[in-house]
């Protein structure tokens, strides 16, 4: 059974960074885009960030664009999220996701095949 499980999470003050992971298992994820969501209290689960190995390309929410950087390891079948100046508006439960890759598909919704348990980060002021 195919399972993703996030770790990375903890408490940062305003500016630190933090690296997240996703540890993929249970098939091969090279022909899936890998996508990181978060979702603060109250709020709706929110993209951040995804990777397509089979079109090279990433994509970037407004949030995250110029702080984040996502990338994949596909030998380890393992998804990063390096997250720099973070903010305490970056608090959320940042979650993992996987969908098959295909052109021209939306990555921006929170419509994936498999998804993590989630990992909390909190941003301290």
């Known amino acids: 059974q195919a399972q993703l499980v996030e770790s990375g999470g903890g408490l940062v003050q305003a500016g630190g960074s933090l690296r997240l992971s996703c540890a993929a298992s249970?098939?091969?994820?090279?022909?899936?885009?890998m996508g990181w969501f978060r979702q603060a209290p109250g709020k709706e689960r929110e993209f951040v960030a995804a990777?397509?190995?089979?079109?090279?390309?990433?994509y970037y929410g407004n949030s995250a664009r110029g702080r984040f950087t996502i990338s994949r390891d596909n030998a380890q079948n393992t998804v990063y999220l390096q997250m720099n100046s973070l903010k305490p508006e970056d608090t959320a439960v940042y979650y993992c996701?996987?969908?098959?890759?295909?052109?021209?598909?939306?990555?921006?919704?929170?419509?994936?095949?498999?998804w993590g348990q989630g990992t909390q980060v909190t941003v301290s002021s």
């Open positions: 249970g098939r091969t994820f090279s022909s899936y885009v």
């Open positions: 996701a996987a969908k098959v890759d295909r052109l021209g598909m939306n990555v921006y919704t929170p419509i994936y095949d498999y």
């Open positions: 990777f397509s190995w089979s079109y090279g390309r990433t």
